[in-house]
Each structure stands twice: as structure tokens, then as C-alpha cells.
T-cell receptor, first 112, second 112 residues
Framework: EAQVTQNPRYLITVTGKKLTVTCSQN?????MSWYRQDPGLGLRQIYY???????DKGDVPEGYKVSRKEKRNFPLILESPSPNQTSLYFC???????????FGQGTRLTVV | QQQVKQSPQSLIVQKGGISIINCAYE??????FPWYQQFPGKGPALLIA?????SEKKEGRFTISFNKSAKQFSLHIMDSQPGDSATYFC???????????FGTGTRLTVIP
């Protein structure tokens, strides 16, 4: 079954404690992205990657890092989380041909 | 600044009625316009997408109407059903499905 898998689904952490949200896809897609979803703001892109070792900033990259060492994985790293990063996060992947992105189930992060 | 403006924020429609959601954009470099459907606790799922070389695309009960000169596009759901109750996002992208800009979402409720 084609899917994008995020872990964890839920996470509560404290300000300043580094965390990583993992994302893995099994569709051999070149493109992967991270979005955050906030009420009234829709989904905003954090970072995207066009292939292994190729990443670029999206709309709201401040406070986030990503890496793409393998084609299937695209982890999101928060080096020093702050309360304003409390949000619902989605990972997505798509083909080079630009067919619609597949989204993961989401990770609800709360930073206290 | 919101690259894609979506309205209404919420919509209540009687079963069997037509649901209409509208989106507008400014960036003429956009060449891909998908609509996503999101159920509570799930990630967005691609519903239907259109490219600017056509004015309309229909898939089952779902139709996208596209007006290139007005830089507007809309989703029409014919014969709306309670199972269509979800949040709908329009989006636009300049390079296929990657680097998408999303609208703020419309919460649709179809009442029996």
C-alpha cells in the first residue's frame, strides 16, 4: 500500500528540548515536503526536498531543519522548540512529474 | 501574505445540494491547481486537480471551474452527501505538485 508514514503521531515536549519527527515514504518519490497546519492559516510549507541531498526553504523555515540522506526518509528537526511551534505537522511526497502530493497522517506537536 | 485566498471559511449545505468553494490567486506563474479533502484526524488527500490550459475538469460529482483571466478557480460538489463533510483546501503551485501554496480551508457540513 502506497503511504507516507510519520512518527510520532502525538508529541508533547518542553521548550528547548531537541526533537525529530520522522517521515518515510514507500513510493520512490523524488519530492518530499513538510507543512504545518494552523487554524485560519491553512497549510504552510516549511521545507522541501527535490531529491537526496537537495533541500530548500519553504514559506516558514525558521526554527526547523531537515535532511535528506536517503530517498525514502525526510526527517524534520526542531533544535530548540518554542511554544509558537505548537502545531499539526504533515509530511508529503510526490513524483517528479508533479502528480498530486500524498500526505502522511500528521503529527500533533505541543511545546510547553 | 496569503498567496491563495479561499472562501467561504465554512459552508453548510443540505443533502443533495451543490457546494461551491472559491479560490483566487495573484501569481501568474502558478500552473497547477489541486483541491484536497481532509477528514478529522487525517492528512489531506488529493481530490481533483486542474492545469490552466482547460476551463473545467469533472470527476464524478466533483468539478473544478477555472477562470485564467480572473485568476480564480472553484470547486463544485454536486448532489452533496453527508460523507462529503470535511475540510477542503485549494492550492496552487508553480512547479507541479511540489512547493504548493494552500488556501486557508473551508469546513463543509452536509446536513441530511
Amino acid at each position: 500500500e502506497a503511504q507516507v508514514t510519520q512518527n510520532p503521531r502525538y508529541l508533547i515536549t518542553v521548550t528547548g528540548k531537541k526533537l525529530t519527527v520522522t517521515c518515510s515514504q514507500n513510493m520512490n518519490h523524488e519530492y518530499m515536503s513538510w507543512y504545518r497546519q494552523d487554524p485560519g492559516l491553512g497549510l504552510r510549507q516549511i521545507y522541501y526536498s527535490m531529491n537526496v541531498e537537495v533541500t530548500d526553504k519553504g514559506d516558514v523555515p525558521e526554527g526547523y531543519k531537515v535532511s535528506r540522506k536517503e530517498k525514502r526518509n525526510f526527517p524534520l528537526i526542531l533544535e530548540s522548540p518554542s511554544p509558537n511551534q505548537t502545531s499539526l505537522y504533515f509530511c508529503a511526497s510526490s513524483t517528479r512529474q508533479g502528480r498530486g502530493a500524498f500526505f502522511g497522517q500528521g503529527t500533533r506537536l505541543t511545546v510547553v | 501574505q496569503q498567496q491563495v485566498k479561499q472562501s467561504p471559511q465554512s459552508l453548510i449545505v443540505q443533502k443533495g445540494g451543490i457546494s461551491i468553494i472559491n479560490c483566487a490567486y495573484e501569481n501568474t506563474a502558478f500552473d497547477y491547481f489541486p483541491w484536497y479533502q481532509q477528514f478529522p484526524g487525517k492528512g489531506p488527500a488529493l481530490l481533483i486537480a486542474i492545469r490552466p490550459d482547460v476551463s473545467e475538469k469533472k470527476e464524478g460529482r466533483f468539478t473544478i471551474s477555472f477562470n485564467k483571466s480572473a485568476k480564480q478557480f472553484s470547486l463544485h460538489i454536486m448532489d452533496s452527501q453527508p460523507g462529503d463533510s470535511a475540510t477542503y483546501f485549494c492550492a496552487a503551485g508553480a512547479h507541479g505538485a511540489n512547493n504548493l501554496f494552500f488556501g486557508t480551508g473551508t469546513r463543509l457540513t452536509v446536513i441530511p
